[in-house]
Each structure stands twice: as structure tokens, then as C-alpha cells.
């Protein structure tokens, strides 16, 4: 049973209508089981030829699933229809949600697409095709990126805020200590904070076995602290097995690095409770 004390759901979650495993009721009752109050299935918005999102003739399908699972699992647990949106997509996916997390698992750069997501080789070679080997230069092109998730009203989560660092274990593809990659995240963060955006200690790289530290990093995490950023906790669960995943050392993680309070929705807004 549970082993962390603050958090009471899961909102950040994949079903078989994106890239999950999992039919939307399983993740429900994996939720349900694993004694959280709130669950909700956030999909990834479509984009069009990227399989891994959802296609847009199953967007209405999805929203029904998800209000039918409302109402067949009310006595146990809350049910939400949220949305992971791409930057990629479009805006009108923005709309019709419970809430929104914003991620940019993609850049434009010299004509193509390039996805920060996919395999360690394929961003290797955008570093070296897109951005003639200067990794710093990808890291700029990243964060800007990112950082444009300010000016978007309706996100309210930050999605995996270093996610281009997937694949940065144990060998680096991204030197993280340079001072272009850090002026790049901070001015990034700093504009984000600003903009009262919630990011989330994403322990979904860890689950599936990318990295040992979760999204943000370690580093990372204790500047937005320290910036007076908001936090919440998601797991990024493709699966059942993992609708909480890692929680109890996120929770741990967030207060080593100062936080004392963990955002979470109330079925309308954002609001902290004690860590
Ligand atoms: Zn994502
Ligand atoms: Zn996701």
C-alpha cells in the first residue's frame, strides 16, 4: 500500500487511446487499488503521422471513456479527462480538457522534426545533423521551446521540464554544466515561474528505466525551489503497474530540495497542500 504521505493522485497517465498499455479502466483501477483519490488520463494531443499520439477521430471516444469511468468509479476514487499537449499539435486541443500539461517532445530545427523522446541515437544525430555537434546550441533550441509554454493560458502543468536529457545516462549527450545549457534552463524556468506554471517531479523515466534521476533533475529541481516554483509529482505512467511509481522518493526528493508544499487539483484548480 501507500508509502508516501502527500500525494492523492495521478494525472499524468497514458492509455491504449495514445502510447499506453493500458485500457483507460485498468488505469482507473490500478489507481483505485493503489488508494489514490484522483486519477486522470492525459492525452497525448494529436500530431499529425505520430503514432504515439492520439489519432483525431478517438479524441470524442476518449472523452466519453473517460466520463463513462467517472460516473462507473465514483464511490472509489475521481475521475479526470485531462490532456498531455504537444506544442506540435493544435491549439484547439487546448480546449475540452479537466486540465492541461504542456511538453514539447519535439523541435524544428534545419527543415525537420526532431523528437527529444525517442532513442538515444536519434538524438545523438540531431545534435550532430541539426545543430552541427553543438549540443549547447540543441539545448538553447529546446528551452526556447519550452519556455514559450508561459504565454499559454491554459497549461497549467509543465511537462518533463528537461525531458531532451533522456537519454544522458551514463554517457552524456548534453553537457549540463555548461553555462549556455544553464542559462538556457534557468531563463526558461525563471519565465515559467513567472507565469505561475506548475512543473512536475516526472517519475516516468526512472519507471522505465532510462534514468536514476527523475525530470527535473536533482539540480534543477532545488533552482526552482529556490525560484519560488510550484511542484506537483506525476508519474507519467504507461502502464497499471505504475500509476504511482516512484512516489515516495519524489516526495522525498522534493523536500531535500526545500519544498514544502506539492500542487494538486481539486477537480477545478491547482491548490498546495503540505508536503
Ligand atoms: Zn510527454
Ligand atoms: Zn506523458
Redesign the pocket.
Known sequence: MKSYKTMTQSL?T?SLFDDGKAAPEEMVRAAAAAGLKIFGS?LHSPIPDEVWTCRPERVEAFKQEMQRLEKAYAEQLEVYCGV?YDLLSDKGYLEGFDYVIA?VHGIVANGATWSMDDTRERSRRMIVLAFDGDADACAETYFQRVQTISEIPEADIV?HFDLLTKFDEPEQLFNVSSKRYRDAALTAMEKLVKAGKIFELNT?AVSRGYRTEFYPSNRLLRELHDLGGKLTITS?SHGADTVDFGYAEAEQAARDAGFREIWQFDGKKFVPTEL
Request: glycine content about 24%; proline content about 0%; cysteine-free.
Open positions: 499524468h497514458h492525459s498531455e511538453s511537462g516516468g507519467d
